[in-house]
């Protein structure tokens, strides 16, 4: 693996102040540290998508949770397994989101399709982009398409360099499996 992630030792000093808040707390983050200018640009987007976002919670996580199943990255899945159940998706819930909408509630089914749409053709067709804004209004459409392309990027780097899942994340899964 050419770009592990960084022990505490090998933290950059340029952002030394970064790592004990998110950006040392996840093995992607410490691998995305390898750039330490790209780290701190990334901190007010990531920001906004995790924890300002106007789709909520649980929202969030179906989108987050079916664009990490859509472009295959298993550390995405698994961080997000973890982080769906603490906002309140049951493991029935987060199995739906593996098939197709149809499977699915009909809000996640909107969020879902949405996912798709922008993966597959980097666009929300008008009559979906309707029902997600009915749904979540309109900085919710936006929020969407920024976290579908916020975890496209992280999708890639944890894809590219082969980063391992969290330990404690790895814990919690091999404890509780998603049935």
Same mark, same amino acid.
């Given at each position: ?99 197709? !909408? =149809? *499977?699915?509630?009909? %809000?996640?089914?909107? @969020? ?9 053709? +980097?666009? &929300? !067709? =008008? *009559?979906?982009?309707? %029902?997600?804004?009915? @749904? ?9 398409? +920024?976290? &579908? ?31």
């Amino acid at each position: 693996m050419p770009f592990p992630p960084l022990s505490d030792a090998e933290w950059p000093a340029a952002i030394a102040e970064m790592r004990d808040g998110f950006a040392g707390r996840l093995n992607v983050y410490r691998v995305m540290a390898h750039h330490p200018a790209l780290l701190r640009a990334w901190s007010a987007f990531r920001n906004h998508v995790v924890l300002q976002t106007t789709l909520g919670p649980a929202r969030s996580e179906v989108v987050i949770l079916r664009t990490g199943l859509r472009l295959e990255a298993e550390y995405e899945w698994a961080h997000h397994v973890v982080r769906g159940r603490a906002a309140g998706l049951s493991d029935a819930r987060i199995r739906t989101l593996r098939g197709a !909408p =149809e *499977a699915m509630t009909p %809000e996640d089914a909107v @969020l879902a399709r949405a996912v798709d749409a922008l993966l597959d053709a +980097a666009l &929300v !067709p =008008e *009559a979906l982009q309707a %029902e997600v804004t009915a @749904l979540v209004g309109v900085n919710g459409l936006f929020d969407v398409i +920024a976290t &579908v392309g916020l975890y496209r990027i992280l999708a890639s780097i944890v894809k590219s360099f082969d980063t391992p899942i969290d330990a404690d994340i790895l814990a919690e899964l091999a404890a509780n499996p998603l049935n």
